[in-house]
């Protein structure tokens, strides 16, 4: 079975342009979520979807959005970018349908820098 | 609050056991992952335990729960210079679906 896969891989830049991630989950796989990683923050939650719904959000500006498809591939628009916007963004999936157990997968990451 | 806190490096000899730590606050933690990344690479979970566990075993990794004190550790017996990445736990809240709330890693260096 295929893993997680995140395109591009590396993305650079400049500040005010907007960017677009692509990940395409494990088959079969319904939910999506999104991270940012950076040195200073570490890993941070982004949102999540489930069957093309967002169903949790975390702390970060409306810059930052996303949607998911009906074959559950997941994309994140980031506008406006900023410096600090520069960070391994990471997509997992989840077989998951309901709570508790999460056992996500992740993809290897889009290295996305702003200059 | 949220808030996973991981002590931020860890380094040993090949052959020893490493210990790596954790604490968390939310009461409500339902599921706590333990994940490795290595450099240039994604997170691949480890192993994971259930909040009403206190242990538990797979191959050479043991981990221990401490739920009184919200303290969680993996323990890897026999530790090979393979083992050497960034270890991070995290938690799941009951009622999050998908969000998985993660500490600052651990960076495990194992020296021949």
């Known amino acids: 079975k295929a893993g997680v896969t995140q395109t591009p891989r590396y993305l650079i830049k400049t500040r005010g342009q907007q960017v677009t991630l692509s990940c395409s989950p494990i088959s079969g796989h319904r939910s999506v979520s999104w991270y940012q990683q950076t040195p200073g923050q570490g890993l941070q939650f982004l949102f999540e979807?489930?069957?093309?719904?967002?169903?949790n959000k975390g702390n970060f500006p409306g810059r930052f959005s996303g949607r998911q498809f009906s074959n559950s591939r997941s994309e994140m628009n980031v506008s406006t970018l900023e410096l600090g916007d520069s960070a391994l963004y990471l997509c997992?999936?989840?077989?998951?349908?309901?709570?508790?157990?999460?056992?996500?997968?992740f993809g290897p990451g889009t290295r996305l820098t702003v200059l | 609050g949220e808030d996973v806190e991981q002590s931020l490096f860890l380094s040993v000899r090949e052959g020893d056991s490493s210990v790596i730590n954790c604490t968390y606050t939310d009461s409500s933690s339902t599921y706590l992952y333990w994940y490795k990344q290595e450099p240039g690479a994604g997170l691949q979970l480890l192993t994971y335990?259930?909040?009403?566990?206190d242990m538990k075993q797979d191959q050479r990794l043991t981990v221990l729960l401490n739920k009184k004190d919200k303290h969680l550790s993996l323990r890897i017996a026999d530790t090979q210079t393979g083992d050497s990445a960034i270890y991070f736990c995290?938690?799941?809240?009951?009622?999050?679906?998908?969000?998985?709330?993660f500490g600052q890693g651990t960076e495990l260096s194992v020296k021949p």
């Open positions: 335990i259930f909040s009403n566990m």
């Open positions: 997992a999936s989840s077989s998951t349908t309901g709570l508790g157990h999460n056992e996500q997968f």
């Open positions: 979807y489930f069957s093309e719904t967002q169903r």
């Open positions: 995290a938690e799941s809240i009951d009622n999050q679906g998908g969000k998985l709330i």
